[in-house]
């Protein structure tokens, strides 16, 4: 597996009073295609917090806007792990007006994985460091 697409439709909520999306907002639309790509993987937020008390947070990450989407814009938000380490993935995400080569917005993403308890950085389970090393290859 390489990219991961997620579609996502501008509503007027996401948009200012220009009616282009707000600066932030690109962001939430890549937190929901890295869950979706999770989700699309057999993982779910919601379990790994409960079974196994883990939870995954931004630790860092770098941001270009480069064209302005638009209300009821459908975009398509590629995402893709270009590394895997211990306690941490890399994803380098891209926001594209539909699946044109237009790109709106790009991101790389550092997250961490991290104990629900004491908030410190934890490996992530192997399971899912299986999945991944298909794509990345593990380090």
């Known amino acids: 597996m390489d990219r991961f697409v997620w579609p996502v439709r501008v509503y007027y909520e996401d948009t200012d ?3 282009v999306v707000y600066y932030a907002n690109y962001l939430k639309f890549m ?3 890295r869950t979706e790509w999770l989700r ?3 993982f779910e937020q919601d379990v790994l917090l409960n079974e196994q008390r883990l939870m995954f947070a931004v630790r860092s990450l770098t941001v270009d806007y480069h064209r302005p989407a638009r209300f009821n814009d459908l975009l398509a938000v590629l995402s893709q792990v270009v590394e895997a ?3 941490s993935l890399l ?7 539909d699946l044109s ?4 917005c790009s991101a790389r993403i550092k997250v961490a994985c991290i104990d ?3 908030f410190r950085a934890r490996r992530i389970p192997r399971q899912l ?3 991944i090393g298909g794509i990345v290859g593990e380090p």
């Not at 994803?91 to 007006?97: K, Y």
């Not at 080569?101 to 709106?104: F, G, I, N, S, Y």
């Open 31 to 33: 937190e929901r295609a």
């Open 91 to 97: 994803f380098e995400q891209t926001i594209r007006r």
């Open 17 to 19: 009073s220009g009616g």
């Open 116 to 118: 629900a308890e004491t």
């Open 101 to 104: 080569a237009e790109v709106l």
């Open 40 to 42: 699309a993987r057999g």
């Open 85 to 87: 380490r211990g306690a």
């Open 129 to 131: 460091m299986g999945e």
